[in-house]
């Protein structure tokens, strides 16, 4: 896939004449920039939840049309959220990129905020107003099913289907202490069934009674477990399911009856980063058109810009039924819910 990705850039840059090099901090990555003799020399430390197919490729690219170098240091959201506020008096890190925006939000106070200079291309509802992040992607969340476990006639279609009983120690589900976007999964469901009356926390007590005590440490593992058969349904995000049902595995896909979310994730820079130029370039490179448009179409992750074309095969965003999910609610009360979810699933409430 990265090579596909590489090989599809490459074709971008030759046949259309769009894209050229840049690497002064006072151009655009993603838009165009100076030539290779202006590649600066400076460096990138870079946060990542992300998994490595989407990552390798893209700072891969970054740093060929900048010559700014990257290092990159993955874990799970969660876990690297944690490591920028340890450091917030000495930043190690440049850039946070990936996890719910809402996971971002809940940690403005460690961000700089900056505008990018794509801004006037990207939808408004997915913008912070107070510029602490950038949207990267907007990730619907999805039920996803072993074709091979699943009867045809017993797939779920919202919910409240994986409650049945037969979906006992069935039902994949990453650690939201962990994972930002299994939290924006469980803020989705909380806002499905009640998130302001104890409906929504109902719901998720039987949840888990449901899951039987499994619960995975990170979203990736989920993303693997339902095709490899070791689940028959997996809570996940459209993007993961849709690149394995691509590599031709048995899985489908549902949008819940009930509604779900399409938050985005996004990236944002690190207060105190001894880069701040360079990281500036990032930002807008990752949301440049060209990036925009190859992320969407090798990796279907949805773009977050209004001049790039929907992905073929797709439901529109604006076809899916969604919640009316709290971005505030979400960020402002993010500790709350995770203890409280976690005392769920110890046996505490």
């Known amino acids: 896939m990265r090579k596909r990705w590489l090989t599809a850039l490459v074709c971008v840059i030759l046949l259309s004449g769009i894209l050229t090099a840049c690497g002064s901090s006072s151009g655009s990555a993603g838009s165009g920039g100076t030539d290779a003799e202006s590649k600066s020399s400076g460096k990138l430390t870079i946060y990542s939840p992300n998994a490595a197919e989407i990552n390798n490729p893209i700072i891969k690219e970054f740093q060929d049309r900048t010559g700014i170098s990257v290092d990159l240091i993955s874990g799970g959201t969660g876990e690297l959220l944690k490591r920028v506020e340890a450091e917030a008096n000495n930043p190690l890190g440049d850039i946070f990129w990936a996890g719910g925006a ?9 961000f700089e905020p900056y505008s990018t200079s ?23 969340m999805v039920i996803t099913y072993n074709k091979e476990l699943v009867p045809e006639d017993e797939v779920p279609q919202s ?9 006992k120690g069935q039902i994949a589900f990453a650690d939201p202490a962990k994972s930002g976007s299994s939290y924006t999964q469980l803020v989705t ?15 998720v007590k039987q949840l888990v009674d449901n ?29 993961a399911a849709l690149r394995y049902m691509e590599g031709g595995a048995q899985i489908g896909i549902i949008y819940p009856s009930e509604g779900t979310s399409a938050v985005p994730d996004g990236a ?38 209004d001049d790039v074309n929907p992905v073929e095969g797709l439901p529109q965003t604006v076809d899916i039924e969604l919640v009316e999910y709290d ?23």
């Open 268 to 305: 944002a820079i690190i207060k105190g980063t001894k880069n701040l130029e360079e990281a500036k370039q990032f930002m807008d490179f990752l949301v440049g058109k060209d990036v925009q448009e190859l992320v969407q179409s090798e990796f279907k992750r949805r773009s977050v810009r």
């Open 159 to 167: 919910w409240e289907d994986l409650l049945d009983p037969k979906w």
């Open 327 to 349: 971005f505030e609610w979400a960020s402002d009360n993010k500790e709350a819910i995770i203890e409280r979810f976690t005392n769920i699933m110890m046996g505490i409430e």
């Open 102 to 110: 809402d996971s971002l939000a809940s940690f403005a106070e460690y």
């Open 189 to 203: 469901m909380l806002t499905a069934f009640g998130k302001d009356d104890e409906q929504g926390w109902e719901y």
């Open 118 to 140: 794509e801004k006037s291309s990207i939808f408004p509802g997915y913008l912070d107003p107070a510029n602490n992040w950038t949207p990267f992607n907007a990730l619907p």
């Open 211 to 239: 899951m039987d005590g499994k619960i995975l440490s990170g979203s990736s593992l989920v993303q693997r477990a339902v095709p490899d058969g070791e689940f028959a349904l997996g809570i996940t995000l459209e993007d």
